[in-house]
């Protein structure tokens, strides 16, 4: 079967590439708005962008609701240029949930989903105190690319729990990361190396 992208039209391309591109990591970014507003948004277009200077990409859709013209996390990195990628761990996953609905632009979004807000190093936006990874970004640039935009973030630090950290390499199981898989969610299964 060949499908053109141009019959299927938007929404069905969107879901046969959310079902075709997996599993996808998700980025739980959080920003600060230029009023001092905490946000926090889940994006599942995600993933690294270069490992010198270490880069992070995430891709912001445009709104579902007619709130504002843009997503709230689009808007504050424009304003600040700042934000930090959170890994969301399985534990996680109802909180996480919590913070990818609507809410109000001035609305605490770390209140909304029950978490607590850390203070960053070296970027005005908070960490996820509660995620095992935190990556502080300072905005390196944004691509509109049709009605998404690329938002490339510079890594500035990495945060990592002590215990994850071992040998230079990332306990992936005790990361236990969350996964995308089109309209569901994934977890490790099994880790192996290959050749098998």
């Given at each position: 079967m060949i499908l053109?992208?141009?019959?299927l039209?938007?929404?069905?391309?969107?879901?046969?590439?959310?079902?075709?591109?997996v599993?996808?990591?998700?980025?739980?970014?959080?920003?600060?708005?230029?009023d001092g507003v905490?946000?926090l948004a889940?994006?599942?277009f995600?993933?690294v962008a270069?490992?010198d200077?270490?880069t992070?990409v995430i891709?912001v859709?445009?709104?579902?609701?007619?709130?504002?013209?843009e997503?709230?996390t689009?808007?504050?990195i424009e304003?600040?240029?700042?934000f930090?990628v959170?890994?969301?761990?399985?534990s996680?996953?109802n909180?996480?949930?919590?913070?990818s609905?609507?809410?109000a632009?001035?609305?605490d979004e770390f209140?909304a989903a029950?978490l607590?807000?850390a203070k960053?190093e070296?970027v005005?936006?908070?960490r996820?105190?509660?995620?095992?990874?935190?990556?502080e970004c300072?905005?390196d640039?944004i691509?509109?690319?049709?009605?998404d935009?690329l938002?490339?973030?510079?890594a500035v630090?990495?945060?990592?729990?002590?215990d994850?950290y071992?040998?230079?390499?990332v306990?992936?199981?005790?990361?236990?990361?969350l996964?995308?898989?089109?309209?569901?969610?994934t977890?490790?299964?099994g880790?192996?190396?290959?050749?098998?």
């Amino acid at each position: 079967m060949i499908l053109d992208p141009e019959d299927l039209g938007p929404r069905e391309t969107y879901k046969f590439l959310t079902a075709s591109v997996v599993p996808r990591p998700i980025a739980w970014v959080s920003t600060v708005s230029a009023d001092g507003v905490n946000n926090l948004a889940p994006f599942s277009f995600y993933t690294v962008a270069s490992r010198d200077p270490a880069t992070l990409v995430i891709s912001v859709g445009e709104r579902t609701d007619d709130q504002a013209p843009e997503k709230d996390t689009l808007r504050n990195i424009e304003d600040t240029r700042e934000f930090v990628v959170n890994v969301v761990s399985v534990s996680l996953a109802n909180a996480m949930h919590e913070s990818s609905l609507n809410h109000a632009p001035e609305a605490d979004e770390f209140r909304a989903a029950g978490l607590s807000a850390a203070k960053s190093e070296l970027v005005a936006a908070p960490r996820i105190s509660e995620a095992r990874i935190s990556t502080e970004c300072r905005l390196d640039g944004i691509i509109p690319i049709g009605s998404d935009h690329l938002v490339l973030g510079r890594a500035v630090r990495f945060h990592i729990l002590d215990d994850l950290y071992k040998s230079g390499r990332v306990d992936l199981e005790a990361l236990d990361p969350l996964g995308r898989l089109a309209g569901n969610y994934t977890k490790l299964g099994g880790i192996f190396n290959l050749p098998m």
